[in-house]
């Protein structure tokens, strides 16, 4: 009996954090902290030294800002999630979890990052806030009226980035503002290969992701010429033009390699226009801005 007790403590245990990690979206909300410690890396300087105690707080400051607003997303989106086979399962469609609670652990985590954000520097906290009311209160709501939606929701997709740039040296300038730009094209490319090989799914939920609203050679077109702003913007710090932000140039070879081999899938989608050659953008694209990051890293400390 008492066996059978704690092993029910232990699934229950369990499932809270299971639960707690699908609707924050940890995968996501991860690789977004990877992005603001990246940003972080390259911002801090003999003026601005490195202090591991900031570091801590933006990524625990950036995790509670996107993981709230997923939680915030996901009760918006509720009865839409519950129509398409990838979200039905989700802690508020399948009932698993309440509103109420889902909305409280929303506003705590809003509160703990805000908080976090702050202890670092009143603008990090401030850009948190604009990332979380434009993913909420903007991008969030036009899913379902327009493929605008997508380049809505570019502006607080791209913020991470360059926010431990701010972390670093409290000031936003064009140093910030690049990082901004390299991750804002980034995700054109990469949202319009999911809402391409989701296409059906998000069709049952009335969501409006591509830019023409079909899987077209209009659409394939706006993804390639997205994904060449996206190589002339990660490769513009070559050209002493970011201030602080510099790349030699054999980072700046190694990072517009990178964007080659992008370009040659979102070209491939453009050929075939099938679902398996845009999911295989979209891994590609995630691959992508791991390693520019980590090329941006490691060119400037070796």
């Known amino acids: 009996m008492k066996i059978s007790l704690l092993e029910t403590n232990t699934i229950t245990l369990k499932s809270v954090f299971l639960d707690f990690k699908e609707i924050t979206k940890a995968g996501l909300a991860i690789s977004v902290v990877f992005s603001s410690v990246v940003g972080y890396l390259l911002g801090f300087s003999e003026t601005h030294p490195f202090r591991f105690s900031t570091l801590v707080f933006l990524a625990i400051g950036g995790y509670c800002m996107v993981g709230a607003s997923n939680i915030f997303n996901q009760v918006i989106e509720r009865d839409l999630d519950a129509k398409m086979d990838r979200t039905k399962n989700r802690p508020v469609p399948s009932g698993r979890m309440s509103v109420n609670k889902a909305l409280t652990i929303g506003f705590v985590l809003t509160f703990i990052g805000l908080v976090v954000l702050y202890f670092i520097n009143p603008k990090t906290a401030m850009f948190g806030a604009i990332s979380i009311f434009m993913y909420v209160s903007l991008y969030t709501p036009l899913k379902t009226i327009t493929p605008l939606s997508v380049f809505v929701g570019a502006f607080p997709g791209a913020i991470p980035f360059m926010l431990g740039w701010v972390a670093a040296t409290g000031n936003f300038g064009i140093e910030a503002g690049t990082l901004f730009l390299i991750q804002f094209f980034w ?109 941006y890293v490691i060119d400037k400390f070796v």
């Open 187 to 295: 995700q054109f490319p990469h949202f319009w290969a999911i809402g391409w090989f989701l296409y059906d799914d998000y069709e049952k939920a009335g969501f409006f992701m591509l830019p023409t609203g079909q899987r077209d050679k209009k659409t394939a077109i706006q993804i390639i010429l997205y994904t060449f702003w996206l190589i002339i913007a990660s490769v513009l710090p070559v050209f002493a033009f970011t201030g602080m932000l510099q790349l030699s140039v054999v980072g700046a070879v190694l990072v517009f390699l990178l964007g080659c081999w992008m370009m040659y899938h979102a070209v491939q989608l453009y050929k075939k226009r099938d679902a398996q050659t845009a999911r295989k953008l979209m891994l590609v694209s995630v691959t992508y801005i791991t390693l520019l990051q980590v090329i």
